[in-house]
């Protein structure tokens, strides 16, 4: 199957409108769209984001999507999911994507788990790497990628995130609007409850200081990948990377 489900970015708000409009479309209810671009990017990217969004790809193209927000029930004392829509393009419909796209909301959230009375969360790793395998030179990112800070926000957002010291002391201020966990005192730190890693691969090959070693395909299974050409504001070309744990036999 050629099908990708991955996390809306900053810069598909227009995408996610057209999608939006081709549903009410679709229930011959148009007439009754209100929404507008810029209001849908500032709930899915904004400061405090109040509503989520999966985009499925079939063969690179977009090919429908999933919306859906955090809520919470008073009688069980637990959060959950309200999927609020859910919509494949026709070209599109008899390939399982509206099944995949309908179950990426409730494994990001982790409502499941809430649900069965689990506490547990889902650890992510989160890195961007060149393809030389640089992190980072002299204490700096050796690379400018303005959507892929804005990708790490939303990502981020309202969530715990934990990095070293020296990442810490790098940055201007404590990230906002997440808790920022700091780990130091211990250089083989590597993070072993992580079950999902988010790749951003840099094309490039700059010369550095601090090196990723390259990623264990017996360890990790590569579940989706999104290539994007620089833009007026990134130095390189880059490609998003999703990688998942194998489950140990």
């Known amino acids: 199957m050629s099908v990708i489900i991955r996390r809306a970015r900053p810069d598909e708000a227009g ?11 679709y229930e011959k209810l148009l007439h009754e769209v209100e929404a507008t671009e810029a209001g849908i990017g500032e709930a899915l990217f904004g400061s405090h984001p109040r509503l989520f969004c ?9 090919a429908g999507f999933a919306v859906w927000f955090i809520n919470f029930s008073t009688f069980s004392g637990r959060s959950g999911i309200y999927l609020e829509d859910l919509f494949v393009r026709p070209p599109h419909r008899g ?23 689990n506490a547990l969360m889902e650890v992510v790793l989160i ?11 002299g204490g700096t990112i050796p690379w400018r990628l303005k959507a892929d800070q804005q990708r790490l ?7 715990p995130v934990v990095m070293g010291r020296k990442t810490f002391m790098s940055l201007r201020r404590p990230l906002p609007g997440r808790t920022n966990i700091v780990v130091t005192r211990d250089a083989s730190f ?9 790749v951003t691969e840099v094309h490039a090959r700059p010369e550095g200081d601090t090196h990723l ?8 299974e590569e579940v989706a990948r999104v290539g994007n050409s620089a833009g007026p504001d990134d130095s390189a070309d880059y490609s998003y990377v999703t990688y998942r744990r194998r489950k140990s036999r």
């Open 153 to 159: 926000k939303a990502m981020t957002m309202g969530k």
């Open 213 to 220: 070693a390259a990623v264990d395909p017996a360890g990790w």
């Open 15 to 25: 995408l996610v409108l057209s999608l939006v409009r081709e549903l009410a479309e």
């Open 127 to 137: 890195v961007a790497v060149a393809d030389n395998g640089v992190i980072g030179s």
């Open 190 to 198: 590597r993070s072993p409850g992580a079950v999902v890693m988010e």
């Open 95 to 117: 390939k399982g994507i509206g099944k995949g796209v309908d179950r990426v909301p409730d494994r990001r959230s982790g409502a499941h788990r809430a649900g069965a009375g």
């Open 54 to 62: 999966e985009i499925a790809e079939w063969k690179g193209e977009p």
